[in-house]
C-alpha cells in the first residue's frame, strides 16, 4: 500500500470540506472495499477521510412504513436488528448474508451501496424495495441511483448519509453463492409493495450491474406464484459471462433465484 | 505520521504510526505481538482475527489509525498467566489444530462467537460462523468439536459459575 493520509472528520460537512481541500481523496467507511484494493494498488488515495465518526451516518429507524439506516452501520448489526427483522425481514436476511462474521462486523451498507459492485448484495435490496439514497446534497430514488458497474449517481464528493425503505406488504431474497468468493453468481429480490406493484432486483449476473427483470415482474404481477416465471429467460446477452459461469448459465441461475425469491417471500433462502 | 494509543491486552500502548500502517502490523511489527498471524493479506482466511472493541475482525483490513482509542485482544491476551482459556484448552484436547497456523484467527472467532451466542451454539452454527476462517490442515471436524466442547463449558459455567475451575 502507497503512503497515505488519514482524516478522521466529526461531521458530513467538515468531511465534504476536507474533500475538496485535499489532494486526490477517498471516503472511507468499513475500509472492507477500499483498504483491499489500496493494498493490490488498484486505488491510491493521497488522503482518507474516514467518515464513521459523523454522527449523521449513524443509526436505525424503522417506522410503520419506512425503515432508514444510517450509511456507517454494518452489517452485522442490520442482520441482527430485531426492529429490521420485524419489518423486513429479507433485508435483515440479506445483510445476514453477506461475506462472514468479521466482514460484516466491519463492512458498512453506505460503503456498499456508494461501490456498487455488481456481486453485492445491497443494491439487489435497494432497487428491488424502491429505496432512497439520502445523501448531503439530494435524495435519489434507486430506479436513477445505480448507473453502470461500479457506477452511481453520485457526484464527486458526495456522500451517502442514510438509506431509506419503504416496508413492502412482503419481501424475499434468494442467493446463489460462487463457491469460492461467496459473492453472488445471481441473486434476485423480489418485493410485493403496498400498492400493488412488484419488483424483481437481480445482482451478481447483469453486465451493467443490478437490474429490474421487467417480464418476471409482469408475470408475476398477473400470477404471483413461482411457476409464473417457469417460460422466461433474462437475454444472456445482457449478462455477465467470465471463469465463474456462462451468461447462458447465469440467465438459468436468475430464473432459479426468482422462483426461489418468490417462494421465500418473508424470509432468504441462500445457497 | 499519527501519534495513536491502543489498549491491547489490558496495557495501553501510544505509538508513532504511518498512516498506511494496518492494525495486524501494528500488533506485530510495532508491539511484537507476532500470535496474530497475517495468511492472505487480503481478508479471505481470518488467520490475522482479533477482536477489536467487543467485535472479531480481520485485522490485516483495518488501519491502526482507525482504531486509535480502540481496544483489543490478541491470542496472547487470553491465557491467564499459565492458565489456559477455555477455548484453548478445548482446542488441545480435542486436537483443534495441526500446523497451527490457522489457529490464533480460529480460536479468536471461536471467543467471539460464543460470547456472541452465550454459548448456546450448534453444529451448523458453528460450521456457517466459520466461513471467514480457512484451515488447510485439519478439514474442520475437530475445530468444530472444539468449539462446541467450549460452548459446552461456558454454558455449565453460566450455570454454576463457581463450580468449575477456570481452566
Ligand atoms: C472477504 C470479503 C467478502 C465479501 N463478500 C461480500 C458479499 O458476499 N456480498 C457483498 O455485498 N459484499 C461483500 N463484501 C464487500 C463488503 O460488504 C464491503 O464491506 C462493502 O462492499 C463496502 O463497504 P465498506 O464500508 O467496507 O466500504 P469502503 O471500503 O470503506 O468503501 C467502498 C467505496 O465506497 C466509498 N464510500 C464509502 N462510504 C461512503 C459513503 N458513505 N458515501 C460515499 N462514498 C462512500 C469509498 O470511497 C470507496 O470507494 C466482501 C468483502 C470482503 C473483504
Ligand atoms: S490475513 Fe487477514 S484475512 Fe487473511
Ligand atoms: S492447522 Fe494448519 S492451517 Fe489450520
Known amino acids: ?271 | 505520521m499519527s501519534q495513536i494509543t491502543l489498549t491491547v491486552n489490558g496495557v495501553p500502548h501510544t505509538r508513532d504510526v504511518e498512516d498506511r500502517t494496518l492494525l495486524v502490523q501494528f500488533l506485530r511489527e510495532h508491539l511484537g505481538l507476532t500470535g496474530t498471524h497475517v495468511g492472505c493479506d487480503t481478508t479471505q482466511c481470518g488467520a490475522c482475527t482479533v477482536i477489536l472493541d467487543g467485535r472479531a475482525v480481520k485485522s490485516c483490513t483495518i488501519l491502526a489509525a482507525a482504531a486509535d482509542g480502540g481496544t483489543v485482544t490478541t491470542i496472547e491476551g487470553l491465557a491467564d498467566g499459565d492458565r489456559l482459556h477455555d477455548v484453548q484448552i478445548a482446542f488441545r484436547e480435542h486436537h483443534g489444530l495441526q500446523c497451527g497456523f490457522c489457529t490464533p484467527g480460529m480460536i479468536m472467532t471461536a471467543v467471539d462467537m460464543i460470547r456472541r451466542h452465550d454459548g448456546e451454539l450448534d453444529e451448523a452454527t458453528v460450521r456457517h460462523e466459520l466461513e471467514g476462517n480457512l484451515c488447510r490442515c485439519t478439514g474442520y471436524h475437530n475445530i468444530v468439536k472444539a468449539v462446541l466442547a467450549a460452548a459446552e463449558k461456558h454454558r455449565a459455567r453460566r450455570r454454576a459459575p463457581s463450580a468449575l475451575p477456570q481452566g
Open chain 1, 1 to 271: 500500500m502507497y503512503q497515505t493520509t488519514y482524516h478522521r472528520p466529526k461531521t458530513i460537512a467538515e468531511a465534504v470540506s476536507l474533500y475538496s481541500s485535499l489532494e486526490e481523496p477517498a471516503y472511507l467507511s468499513g475500509g472492507h472495499t477500499l483498504l483491499p484494493a489500496m493494498k493490490g494498488r488498484l486505488a491510491a488515495p493521497a488522503n482518507l477521510i474516514d467518515l464513521r465518526a459523523s454522527p449523521e451516518l449513524s443509526g436505525i429507524e424503522v417506522r410503520p412504513d419506512g425503515v432508514v439506516i444510517g450509511a456507517a452501520t454494518p452489517h452485522a448489526v442490520v442482520a441482527a436488528s430485531a426492529e429490521i427483522k420485524a419489518a423486513i425481514p429479507a433485508l435483515a436476511g440479506l445483510a445476514g448474508s453477506i461475506a462472514d462474521v468479521q466482514v460484516r462486523h466491519v463492512g458498512t451498507i453506505g460503503g456498499s451501496v456508494a461501490n456498487n459492485d455488481p456481486a453485492a448484495d445491497y443494491p439487489a435490496a435497494v432497487l428491488g424495495l424502491a429505496g432512497t439514497v439520502h445523501t448531503d446534497r439530494r435524495s435519489i430514488p434507486a430506479d436513477e441511483y445505480f448507473t453502470d458497474l461500479y457506477s452511481t449517481a453520485l457526484e464527486p464528493g458526495e456522500i451517502v448519509v442514510r438509506i431509506e425503505f419503504p416496508v413492502p406488504e412482503s419481501a424475499g431474497y434468494a442467493k446463489f453463492r460462487n463457491p469460492a468468493s461467496r459473492y453472488a453468481l445471481a441473486a434476485a429480490f423480489v418485493a410485493r409493495h403496498r400498492d400493488g406493484s412488484i419488483r424483481v432486483a437481480v445482482t451478481g449476473a447483469g453486465s451493467s450491474g443490478v437490474f429490474r427483470w421487467a417480464e418476471a415482474e409482469s408475470a408475476l404481477q398477473a400470477r404471483f406464484e413461482p411457476a409464473a416465471v417457469e417460460a422466461l429467460l433474462p437475454d444472456p446477452g445482457g449478462l455477465m459471462s467470465d471463469m465463474h459461469a456462462s451468461a447462458e448459465y447465469r440467465a438459468h441461475l436468475v430464473r432459479a433465484m426468482t422462483k426461489r425469491a418468490v417462494a421465500c417471500m418473508g424470509g432468504v433462502d441462500i445457497s
